[in-house]
Antibody, heavy 123, light 112 residues
Framework: QVQLQESGPGLVKPSQTLSLTCTVS??????????WNWIRQHPGKGLEWIGY???????YYNPSLKSRLTMSIDTSNNQFSLKLTSATAADTAVYYC???????????????WGQGTLVTVSS | DIVMTQSPDSLAVSLGERATINCKSS????????????LAWYQQKPGQPPKLLIS???TRESGVPDRFSGSGSATDFTLTITSLQAEDVAVYYC????????FGQGTKVEIK
């Protein structure tokens, strides 16, 4: 059974960098069939896709966050990470990591999710 | 961006009755060459991550009760829960994967 677990600071100061790591167990992050994503949910709100990374190094980011966002992957530790610079209160959210099915050259839906971690941006 | 709009925002249904949730996309998510609709449905219970229920608009995931069904095509989709159970209380989201990945705003299902 694939499991994903987010980790990182729950409190970030404004203007600092929000950094999170997702550890994948029960499956290899190096599979060609999956993209590895970050999705966030502002308090009491809906879901916002942040970006994905693939073990090949391919990545793609939400255009609205692209200028502040870097995602990376560590295949030796079965982990992937997110760094969001210049954090503001608007970045306060629950951050989920999620596996995305890559089928017939198309990135599709999200079949496994982490439990989520609340990150608050505040001084 | 493709905007996904769900209706209603919330609904209250009696136990054992039918719940119907609608999802409308701002442009078609039907891929012509495959004749597949690039749409998924998720269920999110309080304090939990979303759970994938249905992909390709109507394909139920393994382990999902058959009281959940998805239908629709192109721009208009429906998630139906026949015979609502107490454990179905949740927020339901549609998501398109035709062009990038966007979600509806969610529909909260409660017991009447």
């Amino acid at each position: 059974q694939v499991q994903l677990q987010e980790s990182g600071p729950g409190l970030v100061k404004p203007s600092q960098t929000l950094s999170l790591t997702c550890t994948v167990s029960g499956g290899s992050i190096s599979s060609d069939n999956y993209y590895w994503n970050w999705i966030r949910q502002h308090p009491g709100k809906g879901l916002e896709w942040i970006g994905y990374v693939h073990h090949s190094g391919n990545s793609y980011y939400n255009p609205s966050l692209k200028s502040r966002l870097t995602m990376s992957i560590d295949t030796s530790n079965n982990q992937f990470s997110l760094k969001l610079t210049s954090a503001t209160a608007a970045d306060t959210a629950v951050y989920y990591c999620a596996r995305q099915i890559y089928s017939n050259n198309w990135a599709t839906f999200f079949d496994y999710w982490g439990q989520g971690t609340l990150v608050t941006v505040s001084s | 961006d493709i905007v996904m709009t769900q209706s209603p925002d919330s609904l209250a249904v009696s136990l054992g009755e039918r719940a119907t949730i609608n999802c409308k996309s701002s442009q078609s998510v039907l891929y012509g060459s495959s004749n597949k609709n690039y749409l998924a449905w998720y269920q999110q219970k309080p304090g939990q991550p979303p759970k994938l229920l249905i992909s390709w608009a109507s394909t139920r995931e393994s382990g999902v009760p058959d009281r959940f069904s998805g239908s629709g095509s192109a721009t208009d989709f429906t998630l139906t829960i026949t015979s609502l159970q107490a454990e179905d209380v949740a927020v339901y989201y549609c998501q398109q994967y035709y062009s990038l990945w966007t979600f509806g705003q969610g529909t909260k299902v409660e017991i009447k």
